[in-house]
């Protein structure tokens, strides 16, 4: 290969690393290593918003796995450690109208926090704090806007439960 494409492949590796991926065991976590073996034992969600839930759960797994800090499990039997997210908020409000009162431009906004028990005494090993996400939106696009969000605020408690951020 020539110098150029070898340095295209350094480049692309050093952005994937710089984003918080990973390609093994390589990056650390907040959790000790005994406590890697993850499983989600609730997502209490206040709204009406039934999507939320297996959203949440699929996006968490996705991170988690991609990032390889994490081992994730969907029996709770088999984690060492329990995860725990509680929405405080999600809301849509109104960002900007026009005239005759019609929506043109949405926000939706994702607020929660998480918290990681251990699996055999219940004892708290670590919590996330308020995570808060917004995503602008015009109108047609609430859809999109809530994939966004909940993409993003995943991302950001992926970003807490590692010490590479």
Known sequence: MSLLRYTALFLLLALLAGCGYS???G???VLKP???TVAVEEINNPTTLAWIEPRLRKLLRDELHNRGTITW???QAKAD???TIDINR???PTAVEDADERTLLSEAIFQFTATIRSATDNSVLWSSGQISESWPYDYGSG???DKEVTLRGIQVLADRMTQDY
Do not use: W
């Open 90 to 92: 999600y809301y849509r």
């Open 23 to 25: 390609f093994g065991e």
């Open 27 to 29: 990056s650390s976590s």
């Open 143 to 145: 859809a999109e806007a």
């Open 81 to 83: 450690a329990l995860i």
């Open 34 to 36: 005994q406590f890697r």
């Open 73 to 75: 499990v969907d029996d």
